[in-house]
């Protein structure tokens, strides 16, 4: 089922491919960036188990790309992860497609039927900072 909002592209052969919505897509600085590819990209990294990518309001650039991992069991969050996973996206997307925040947590909020809660990743991380608006 398609929705207003959805984001998506026609093949060759005429099969509808749904890649994201609307709502998610982060502007920065002037280029529509596509959470659903960054977390795609980190996902093929062993030590991620999960992950939401986010735009988070900059008064430079209108959004900045943040995203919120959670680790694998056998990961160890902190500056070498981080560094280790921005060499991994190095050629899997564009550099300014990268995160300019990456941020753990032990869990990432679900919707009843499985489905990542990105409003809610979102308004989590929005309302832990002040200053950053909504």
Known sequence: MVHPGDIGYLDDDGYLFLCDRRTDMIVSGGVNIYPAEIEAALLEHPAV?????????DEEWGHNVVALIQPAASAEPG??????????CGPRIAR????KVIEYRETLPRTPTGKLSRS??????????PGTGS
């Open 49 to 57: 188990a999960d992950v939401a990518v986010i735009g988070v309001p």
């Open 79 to 88: 500056p070498a992860l981080t560094a280790a996973l921005l060499e991994h």
């Open 96 to 99: 300014f497609k990268h995160s």
């Open 120 to 129: 809610k990743v979102r308004e989590d991380y929005l309302a832990s900072r």
